[in-house]
């Protein structure tokens, strides 16, 4: 089966730093991404990992292990605009196809 | 700029009203998707094309259906909506694999159908 876990919500403060993880279970591995969602718009995209490791772009990171099924972004110097959903997905080999979690809402507070 | 565009960005439809939602793309990408999205759950695939290739998901209902008559333009048909049809219907194109690149998908703006 296919199985993409995140947590539902989290709060943090402006300025401050939130990891938001991700774990997946999947049958065959070909990418992880990252996309924001903000309420009532179209996804957009963060990041993609394939190889284990750290990407960084900005304010924004992600980082991924293979061998633990494990993924999280990282998001620095929080910005009120970053209240959003936060949707990791999976891409299965052979395939263009994305496998999504249900999202992580985030509200930044002042 | 290049884009996805969907329209209508809303639509409304009785019960049983047959529904067309529309996409198109100035990308030239070579797929194209349509997802369901219900408030706080995943996008759920319903169809892909590679090109003209159709491939549909093995739970998307019978009830929809999909064209892509050329490679800028999909459409989305609901033929009977229920009630449990309201939802975001959310567009996207990427290039295939083969093209070498990790291929992301843009995602339109999406339609959001309501169901009286």
């Known amino acids: 089966g296919q199985n993409i876990d995140q947590p539902t919500e989290m709060t943090a403060t402006e300025g401050a730093i939130v990891q938001i993880n991700c774990t997946y279970q999947?049958?065959?591995?070909?990418?992880l991404f990252w996309y924001q969602q903000h309420a009532g718009e179209a996804p957009t995209f963060l990041s993609y990992n394939v190889l284990d490791g750290l990407e960084e772009k900005g304010r924004f990171s992600s980082f991924l292990s293979r061998s633990k099924g494990y993924s999280y972004l990282l998001l620095k110097e929080l910005q009120m605009k970053d209240s959003a959903s936060y949707l990791c997905a999976v891409r299965a080999p052979n395939t263009d196809k994305l496998i999504f979690g249900t999202g992580t809402r985030l509200q930044v507070f002042p | 700029d290049a884009m996805v565009i969907q329209n209508p960005r809303y639509q409304v439809t009785q019960f049983g009203k047959p529904v067309t939602l529309s996409c198109s793309q100035t990308l030239n990408h070579n797929v194209m998707y349509w997802y369901q999205q219900k408030s706080s759950q995943a996008p759920k695939l319903l169809f892909h094309?590679?090109?003209?290739?159709?491939?549909n998901e093995a739970d998307t209902p019978d009830n929809f259906q999909s064209r892509r008559p050329n490679t800028s333009f999909c459409f989305l048909d609901i033929r009977s909506p229920g009630l449990g049809d309201a939802a975001m219907y959310l567009c996207a194109t990427s290039r295939d694999s083969s093209s070498g690149t990790y291929n992301e998908q843009f995602f339109g703006p999406g339609t959001r159908l309501t169901v009286l």
């Open positions: 999947t049958s065959g591995f070909n990418g």
């Open positions: 094309y590679y090109d003209k290739d159709f491939n």
